[in-house]
């Protein structure tokens, strides 16, 4: 790959990698669209890094406009993905640099979560012509506001718990919702405050044993309360003492190292103590997949759309190694190297914001 593009016909590689989300297939249509419509051409990468590994190269898919039509529709992505982290395997890098040359590609738009960008961003390092593009459900790319997935998670779980609020007054129930997120409360924080949950537990927050009791004594007094409900609304990576929960030996991890956090199961850890200390009837709902499945709401389209235009018009100035990013409303672009290895927890007021309407 060279670094300099001006003027010249690019063939550029797209690859999804790490959990799918809704907004991928708008971005890959995007650049697509925007590649044909400067003269380019496009190749996609199946399945995420796993297809750039692959010594055969086969794991590909020539795009054109015929190809993406329709897809700003369609949650997940045509193209596959897994969570195949190249810099863990030995040769990783290398496989992917010889796929690149293999297939002739001048540049990759690689639309990933922060693992998947620090692939990208050591490719880069390596003088590979990348740009990267952020999604994931979570929101917590560090150095932009918008994620591709999370407006789509958010409005699910708004719907969600729009359709618990009224089971759970009609039985005079505790309903206990987890909610995914990984690290960051970012959709425990927009779709508990927008579904109406009397509390939101975020990683952001440990649970000690000072919050359990504040969570039984808010339950408690809701009992007074017209319905007598309360819907909590837990992001499935709270901080619980090990104590507390109920595991059975270790838990699974991915290749980045992440644990599987359907295996913890801090929505039922919860749900059981506030049986136990209220004697109410809780129940526990864990949204799971649903939250990252189905079409993209519009904002994600819309994302989708500019984050793709704006990863091919990077690439065709010889702006690449960065990642395009939303800024106050803005497209803008940071540098890939600056994004490995962070995240971007939930903004300490929407801690604030839970408290005032406990
Ligand atoms: O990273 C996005 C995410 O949806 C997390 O919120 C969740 O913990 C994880 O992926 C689930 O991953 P998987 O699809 O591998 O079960």
């Known amino acids: 790959m060279s670094p300099t593009f001006e003027t010249k016909r690019l063939h550029i590689g797209v690859l999804t990698g790490g959990g799918d989300c809704p907004g991928l297939n708008p971005a890959i249509r995007a650049v697509v669209r925007r590649a044909e419509s400067g003269g380019h051409r496009v190749t996609g990468i199946l399945d995420g890094w796993?297809?750039?590994?692959?010594?055969?190269?086969?794991?590909?898919?020539?795009?054109?406009?015929?190809?993406?039509r329709g897809i700003q529709a369609r949650g997940g992505t045509v193209l596959g993905s897994s969570r195949t982290n190249l810099l863990k395997r030995d040769g990783?890098?290398?496989?992917?640099?010889?796929?690149?040359?293999?297939?002739?590609?001048?540049?990759?738009?690689?639309?990933?979560g922060d693992d998947t960008l620090s692939v990208a961003a050591g490719l880069a390092k390596r003088g590979?012509?990348?740009?990267?593009?952020?999604?994931?459900?979570?929101?917590?790319?560090?150095?932009?506001?918008?994620?591709?997935?999370?407006?789509?998670?958010?409005?699910?779980?708004?719907?969600a718990l729009d359709r618990i609020q009224t089971t759970t007054s009609s039985h005079h129930r505790v309903a206990v919702v987890e909610v995914m997120g990984r690290d960051a409360g970012w959709v425990a924080a927009w779709g508990g405050l927008a579904g109406g949950a009397d509390a939101i537990l975020v990683p952001e927050?440990?649970?000690?044993?000072?919050?359990?009791?504040?969570?039984?004594?808010?339950?408690?007094?809701?009992?007074?309360?017209?319905?007598?409900a309360s819907v909590i609304v837990?992001?499935?990576?709270?901080?619980?003492?090990?104590?507390?929960?109920?595991?059975?030996?270790?838990?699974p991890r991915d290749e980045f190292g992440h644990p599987?956090?359907?295996?913890?199961?801090?929505?039922?850890?919860?749900?059981?103590?506030?049986?136990?200390?209220t004697g109410l009837e809780v129940r526990c709902t864990r949204l799971g997949h649903l939250q990252r499945g189905g079409p993209p709401s519009a904002a994600d389209r819309v994302l989708g759309a500019r984050y793709g235009v704006a990863a091919v018009e990077a690439l065709e100035t010889?702006?690449?190694?960065?990642?395009v990013a939303l800024r106050?409303?803005?497209?803008?672009?940071?540098?890939?190297?600056?994004?490995?290895?962070?995240?971007?927890?939930?903004?300490?007021s929407y801690l604030r914001v839970f408290d005032a309407l406990a």
């Open 50 to 68: 796993a297809g750039l590994a692959d010594p055969a190269a086969t794991l590909t898919r020539p795009l054109d406009r015929s190809e993406v």
């Open 128 to 159: 590979a012509a990348v740009v990267a593009v952020p999604k994931t459900m979570d929101n917590d790319v560090w150095g932009t506001e918008g994620c591709l997935g999370f407006d789509t998670a958010a409005n699910i779980v708004t719907e």
């Open 205 to 228: 927050s440990p649970i000690d044993s000072v919050a359990i009791d504040r969570l039984v004594d808010l339950v408690t007094r809701r009992r007074s309360y017209a319905t007598g």
């Open 92 to 112: 990783g890098l290398d496989a992917a640099e010889a796929s690149i040359a293999r297939l002739g590609l001048d540049a990759l738009v690689v639309i990933g």
């Open 318 to 323: 010889g702006r690449w190694g960065v990642m």
């Open 260 to 277: 599987r956090l359907d295996k913890i199961a801090v929505g039922d850890a919860i749900a059981a103590i506030l049986e136990e200390r």
């Open 328 to 348: 106050a409303g803005a497209i803008v672009e940071v540098p890939l190297a600056e994004v490995g290895g962070k995240n971007r927890p939930l903004d300490a």
């Open 234 to 251: 837990v992001s499935e990576g709270v901080q619980l003492p090990e104590a507390l929960l109920n595991l059975s030996g270790d838990v």
